[in-house]
Structure formats: C-alpha cells, structure tokens
C-alpha cells in the first residue's frame, strides 16, 4: 500500500542501506543514541586473565601466549573504535566505514572465544554442567555467530574495499542485469517463471 512506504517511491534500496548502516554500527559498538556499547576500561581480556588464574593456568607459556594475542587485540579495538567513530560523526568516513567496526568487533569475540576455548582444554568439552570451562567450550561452539551477525565478514570486507578504499568491484557477468532474469547459483536452474 502507498501509505507504507518507507521514504521516496523506488528508493527502497537506500533505506535498506541505511538500516544496514546502522546494524553494523550496533553490532561494531554503538547504538543509534551514540551511546558505546563496549566499555573503554577493563573487560573481557581480565576476564580471561581470571579464568587462566582459575584453573591455575596464569603461568603456562602457551596460555600465556594465548592471554597477549587476546589482550593486545582488544587494546587494538578500543583505541581502533575511538578513532573510527570520531572519523564517522565528523564525515571523515563515509557511513560504510560503519563495517570498520563491525569487522574488528567480530574478530575479537571469536578470538576471545577461541583463546577461553584453548585455556579451558579438554574441560570445555567433558566439564562439570555449569562450570566455567564447559561454558567457554559452549561459548566457542557459537562463536561463529559474531562473524555472521549483522552481515557476514566477508561482506564487511567488501563494503571497506569498495566503498571505504574505492577498489574496484569484482567481476560479475550478470551485474547490470535484474535479479529476475539471472540464472540460479549453483545448478544453473533458470527462474521459476521461465518455459522449461
């Protein structure tokens, strides 16, 4: 019906986009209020830093090991956010720079998953029921989520080379051509309302 319309008429795609913009910039670390969502102070890392320390595992070198990579990347995060955001509200970015964000967060929950994965050992796996190991192995069993969520890293990896670098698209025979007429992925199944 007219009266639902979003915007213009025909201007669907740009309201779509915006809406994407402003997922990825929720998912990347602050909502439409402007308001952080990932604290600028201690965090996830000390939490890390305390599960080795419950399992007495503060002074294995792996683990170690495992603690810095996790540590050093949030750090790069916190200050990677700071700068992106700043860059976003003065129009230094343009609105995909959002993916910057989105991008950064991701890779960090997945690594912080991974590395409680690694410290917990086979405990993630056969635990007690309730127990902070078991936990981090069901943690990590999700983690793929954050990669995905709010559009997949590799998508996030195209807005930035495209629209934040201005590399060139990749190449696409059927790009200038409508969704309706282009052949199905896959098993090349031609569209549904086409003779057989």
Not at 71 to 98: F, I, K, Q, S, W
Not at 153 to 181: K, T
Request: aromatic share 4%.
């Amino acid at each position: 019906m007219v009266a639902n319309i979003v915007g213009a008429e025909n201007e669907g795609w740009a309201c779509a986009l915006r809406l994407l913009f402003h997922e990825r910039n929720m998912v990347g670390g602050t909502s439409l209020d402007d308001t952080p969502r990932y604290a600028a102070g201690p965090g996830e890392g000390d939490d890390l830093i305390e599960f080795a320390r419950s399992l007495d595992l503060l002074g294995d070198p792996i683990v170690r090991q495992h603690l810095g990579e996790a540590l050093t990347l949030n750090h790069v995060v916190r200050h990677a956010t700071t700068r992106v955001e700043t860059a976003l509200r003065l129009g230094a970015l343009p609105a995909p720079g959002a993916s910057l964000l989105k991008l950064l967060h991701a890779q960090a929950a997945y690594l912080r998953s991974r590395v409680a994965f690694e410290i917990a050992g086979p405990a993630a796996a056969i635990g007690e029921p309730g127990s902070p190991a078991l936990d981090a192995g069901v943690t990590f069993l999700l983690s793929r989520r954050h990669t995905v969520e709010g559009g997949s890293n590799q998508m996030q990896r195209n807005q930035i080379s495209e629209r934040v670098l201005g590399l060139p698209r990749d190449e696409a025979p059927d790009r200038d051509v409508p969704f309706s007429q282009t052949r199905a992925r896959g098993a090349g199944i031609a569209p549904p309302h086409s003779a057989s």
